[in-house]
């Protein structure tokens, strides 16, 4: 706090110097270089050897998934990432997206038989991306008046008023509760598609072209008014930028995307239920566009590909297991510097286990009855290693609220206490994973995502793909 | 007539609680500008405190205390608890966000509310707990008006409300700690320069905050009698609804936005529709925010350059 | 100061964790293998709400689940796993677990809780010739709309348990009046639509309104409240709540008596749960006896065993049932040689006749060819003045 103030190029003047090491700088370049269409080109190219690697459905099905959910954050992206406003209600675009195209393309609504409408996909996708885009100016209109949280709060109700809308309207047409079943698979010019395999083709070719119409979007002027009314509104408008226009334009193509996401999940699904559209999903969409980056087109692809990746290894316990130790194991490698002290830090944890699964074990024999919660292979190798003793539960309990004031206690110290606390505090970990954390694996799952929320905003608040960029608060 | 006057207590009693809860978003708002969404999970715990204690002294149906000691120590504990929550979660959390992206507070916030209700359903099950206030706190006595009786849990959850309201008043307005937040709340460059420890103003923010959700906790146990560790989520929505109406950074407007919010929907609950309430809660917010974006005492902002 | 707040929160968060400890969900590794010399191995998955608003029942499930799991290995001396798949109630949700699983080794499947999930998923397991067992899924039109051949069910549908609770109300209690009150679930509206026209055409008049299920605290609270008080008149003696939360039901007649009001509460299985709903008049219905006031052993065994998670309603017994169903049907595929395959398991499953002294359902378990169950009593119970249930003649 010596310095009063520092110019940037002159502050920047060792990284360009740097420019990180070896392949590093190479990598960094060619990635410079490399214009937007070769790299669309390369992902669609990997998409689609992905795709030939699916062997099952399920694979199929997470891979779809990640580019549902990237289609997702690409789509709230544009209201959130460019032009800085705070959509909490986008769920509800994703809703009417997955409703419309249930109501024009199925047998509709519970038991009424035969009938119904029945439009290609050629037709009722445009109806309803066109619908989704009149709501978005509708509310985008509303969101004029508002400003930050304000907007936040109201776009919130507005997707709890969807649910309610589905929920209680007209249960003749949108099901109510029942939702809508058996609606038609995604067909045009007299072909369909019916296997998963062909969804993840489908998805992967919406998800190229829309993050190329987006790319042309963000560098076309309309991009750049979106970032200055962002970065300052009044700057902006001062600028003769058409703030109002811009804003509810950026609504209402968040709202399109938001909808053409929904028409591809409803077909897929077969099904369209209320519950479908809850918060918890739109907590997770904004997940895979904070992660990946706010702002970026390939941040909120990665980010998609990511959470749904993730998700999908937290939910199996096994590979939940690998996860964790996973993440230990590379935070301890990331952070403890030199290889030295890495390696004693891994030594003592190593022998801090089975150290005390030994003095345990000589104490009391109950105190190590019970077996580790992983199976598999991780269950055999931390047999000796974890002490659990034969009613795990409490002794689980107490181990999880120990962690937690481990790992507190663990920010606040420095130097070499750290190190000496990091060593427990992972034998702490190892014990209350095997006890308690890895007994009811979608509890742990759910604390999971939340504390990756938590750990990367405060590492890295611009995500994985994002640019650094410093806001003062709002005035 | 009955139905009437049931209908105001209703709403004078879960709007005291919105109160309670929108006093922490208002204060933390108003000094950060940052939507706490985990506010609402400081509440579920400070419910879940207030019902341990109930249990390490016997029990509902055994007390081994007199009931208003009872009260005053689920108070204290789940206020002390709840307060350190908020003053961890704002260290560990917030602090190192306070000058990135608006969003990422926001996110964070998300998080912490996911793993605070997912540690108490690891550590405390699932199932719907009960306070079982009508075994040592009687159901039908207090004052009886007009066919009706006011008993007594929802007369003290709307003097307990009141009082704090204008204990927190004084706070604000008398002391120095007061001064300190107004002053970070105007302009934090400019306080710190003055000499203002900002960390240690923000801190005692959200320890009085969340002090006070864990008192809104408490009370809702006991005029509610059930807990779950999801009860946090759309009370605080609600909360953070009465702030905004109420004009965000006033203390009478979260305490008057969380009356008209919870008049408004007992209103609409008992007189146009239990399936729409929430809606029309929400459209309250709306029209509010359309003809009086500042809320009902806030002053409009000003907007600096 | 720094290092007083981190000692606070420490001792704060310690004490916390051990007066939870007390009566807190635990989880011993009794379903793990338990004779691991046997060759009867193979794994089954349970869909269910594990986590979210609805985790009260999910959590409910699992554990009589784990618990059927757990005697059945020892019975058997079989070594069968059971994983858990989280749904949170929601079909998209149920779907994606649905794929892992089919792409798991699982041969047979526990769940899913909800009658939509169900609905989203039942072609899926349909093509992979999965059988799928639910424990409280009741929509009628699961089993007859003939597109989930490979589903089961352990309770009866609300075909059965609707009419015979409006019957019941019909002929015993006889109101001029009844409010009926959903709370907006698929399994609330289920049973209403059923009860209503029998009300109709006794001439009683009804009231039918919406709670909305989805609210939660001090909001739902409100709306409890507001209910008693401007709907429910003198001439409406009985009150009809077939909810998922017996704490609601509980809430609703705390309110009635605090308002001074009278009516006689008339609950569905959702709400029966004697250490939850214990409003002393009332009645609640179910689809097994009270197993918590049971002198049979297996009911007793199954007591003692949940009784370190808390207070349970009544989706746990049909979900043990239902994974016995499972259990039953692995181990006789073994006896017979064959390796417990799914289409094996499948076959078996169809074949499950499990005598009534072995099941806590108290009947027969059977099934017809689209997975209904073929006997299917319904229980009844009068709440005495001690807040006990006591059975009785449900015609």
Known sequence: MAQIGVDDWVAQSGGRRDGGSGWRKLLARADSRLGWWPRLALVTLAGLIAGQLLTNVNLQTVAFNSLLYAMLALGLNIAVGWAGLLDLGYIAFFGLGAYGFAVLSSTATGASGSGGTHLPAIESIPIVILIAGVVGVVIGLIALRLSGDYLAIVTLFVGQAFMEVVNNVDPGTLGGVNGIFGLDSLHSFGSQVTSPLGYYYLALVMTVVLAGILHLLDTSRTGRAWRALRDDPLAASAMTIPVNKLKVMAFSFGAMVGALAGTLFAAEQNTVFPTNFTANILILIYACLVLGGVGSIAGAIAGGLVVTIGEQMLSSPNDAGYLFYGLILIVLVMRIRPWRNLAAVLTGVIGLGFAAHALAGAISSAAVAGAPGSGGSIGSAVRDYVIVPANPATYGNILYVVLICALVVIVRLHGTRRLLAVVPTVYIAACCWEARLIVNPSITTQIMIGAILIVTMAARPQGLLGTHRVETAEQ | MQEFIQTIVNGLQTGSLYALIALGYTMVYGILKLLNFAHGDVYMVGAYIGYFVIHWFGGPTALSIPVPLLILIMFALASTGCGLLGVAMERFAYRPLRDAPRIAPLITALGISFVLENTVLLLFGGFTRSYQTESFISATSGIHLGGVTINIVEIMVIVVSVAMMFGLRQIVHRTTLGKSMRAVASDREAAEMLGINVNRTIALTFFIGSAMAGVAGVMSGLAFDQITNTIGFLAGLKAFTAAVVGGIGSIAGAMIGGIVIGLAEAFSLSYISTKYADLIVFGILIVTMLVRPQGIFGRPLLQKV | ?395
């Open chain 3, 1 to 395: 100061m720094k290092r007083i707040i981190t000692a606070a929160v420490t001792l704060a968060a310690l004490t916390a964790a051990g007066c939870g400890s007390s009566s807190n969900t635990t989880s011993t590794a009794t379903h793990k293998a338990a004779g691991a010399s046997t060759s009867c191995s193979a794994s089954i998955a349970i869909e269910g709400p594990f986590t979210g608003p609805v985790a009260q029942v999910g959590l409910e499930q699992l554990h009589f689940a784990q618990l059927a799991v757990a005697n059945d290995n020892a019975a058997n001396k079989t070594n069968v796993v059971l994983n858990q798949d989280d749904t949170q109630l929601t079909p998209s949700m149920a779907v994606s677990k649905t794929q892992a699983i089919i792409a798991s080794p699982a041969v047979a499947v526990v769940g899913p809780a909800g009658s939509q999930e169900v609905q989203a998923v039942g072609p899926l397991f349909g093509r992979a010739g999965v059988a799928f067992i639910t424990g409280s899924a009741t929509l009628p039109a699961l089993t007859t709309s003939g597109k989930n051949p490979t589903f089961f069910r352990a309770v009866p549908n609300d075909n059965i348990q609707g009419p015979q609770d409006a019957n019941y109300i019909v002929n015993h209690l006889k109101p001029k009046a009844v409010l009926v009150i959903d709370d907006n679930e698929a399994y609330s509206q289920g049973l209403v639509k059923t009860m209503i026209p029998i009300f109709q055409k006794a001439g009683i008049k009804v009231n039918h309104q919406t709670l909305n299920g989805t609210d939660t605290g001090a909001t739902l609270a409100n709306a409890i409240s507001s209910l008693v008080s401007s709907q429910l008149t003198p001439t409406e003696t009985v009150t009809v709540l077939p909810w998922q939360a017996a704490a609601n039901a509980q809430t609703f007649g705390l309110d009635v008596k605090q308002q001074h009001k009278t009516t006689t509460l008339f609950g569905t299985d959702g709400t029966n749960s004697p250490s939850q709903f214990k409003i002393p008049g009332s009645y609640v219905s179910n689809f097994g006896p009270d197993i918590s006031t049971s002198t049979s052993t297996l009911d007793k065994s199954l007591v003692s065993g949940v009784a370190k998670f808390g207070p349970y309603g009544s989706f746990g017994v049909p979900t043990y049932a239902a994974t016995d169903v499972l259990m039953q049907a692995i181990s006789s595929v073994c006896k017979a040689g064959q390796s417990p395959s799914r289409s094996n398991v499948l076959a078996a499953v169809k074949k499950t006749n499990i005598p009534a002294a072995a099941t806590p359902m108290a009947a027969v378990i059977a099934f017809q060819p689209n997975g209904d169950l073929v006997d299917h009593p319904g229980y009844l119970f009068h709440i005495d003045s001690a807040g006990k249930y006591a059975q009785i003649p449900n015609k």
